[in-house]
């Protein structure tokens, strides 16, 4: 479509939501440097020092950064083409994660310092700077994710019998006596023992507590292993059949990247172009 036809709507769609033209770039670097200008005015914030000296001075900056990124989230969906769809997509529900800290601080105090979540907006980094390449490498790890989801959820079901099964045991045989207070207690000690990171704050004392311990501890190692293993196999087979099924019909070309829109051969539209949010 030519520019000069463009709406007025059309063209802020186009800045706000594409980094292809100058405007569009700009409008993102400001926005990236709004958001990390904000996260560290949080963080500052949190000083105890900083925040006695100059903590009117943060309030007023943290209430600025969210009215503006207030208003950018009320012309995002005001220009949108398809606002329902930017509302409930990941950066729209981001973008409106990244305001509601510092209105719900009026009622929760300290709720504010929540607005770190707005370091998620500077994922926008990618599209400002071309780098395609990351993000279809980051969809290839969420895939293998997507993949292995029903194993991983099995393991976890067992590893909760399990802990559950190691806590009851050390309940009866170590006794609130020596720490081990109630089952839920003691399932705790469970999990804190089998995942190896071992806090210490229980202990068995007896014999056969401190050999059930061993064990529990040995299987940690083991057990730790098994989701990773899960994972990268997914992961291997992910990348293995990697746009396998993604053939050109115009030339016949295949294996594309999963996030393909062109054919790489001869630049025929492989899947429908969708609005960016």
Known sequence: MNDARLT?????????FYADTPAGKAFDVLLIASILLSVLVVLLDSVNSLNAAYGDWFD???????????LEYLVRIACSPAPRRYIFSFYGVVDLLSIIPTYLSLIVPNSEYL???????????????????Y?????????????????????LFFILVL?????????LIEGPDR???????????????LTTVGYGDISPQTDI???????????GYSILAV??????????????????????????KGRHDIDARHCNACGTLLTREKPRY
């Open 8 to 16: 007025r709507r059309e063209i802020i769609y186009r800045i706000i």
């Open 60 to 70: 007023i900056a943290e209430w600025a950064f969210t009215l503006l990124f207030t």
């Open 115 to 133: 607005l770190v979540v707005r370091l998620l907006r500077v994922m926008r980094l990618f599209r400002v700077l071309r780098l395609s390449k």
């Open 135 to 155: 993000v279809s490498q980051a969809n290839l790890l969420v895939f293998a994710i997507r993949q292995s989801r029903q194993k991983i959820t099995v393991f």
């Open 163 to 171: 802990v559950t099964i190691f806590g009851s045991l050390m309940y």
């Open 179 to 193: 720490g081990f207070t109630s089952i839920p207690r003691s399932i705790y000690w469970a999990i804190v023992t």
């Open 209 to 219: 507590g401190q050999a059930i311990a061993a064990l529990v501890m040995i299987m």
């Open 227 to 252: 989701p990773t293993g899960i994972f990268t196999a997914e992961l291997a087979n992910a990348m293995q059949s990697k746009g396998s099924d993604q053939s050109c019909q115009a030339c016949g």
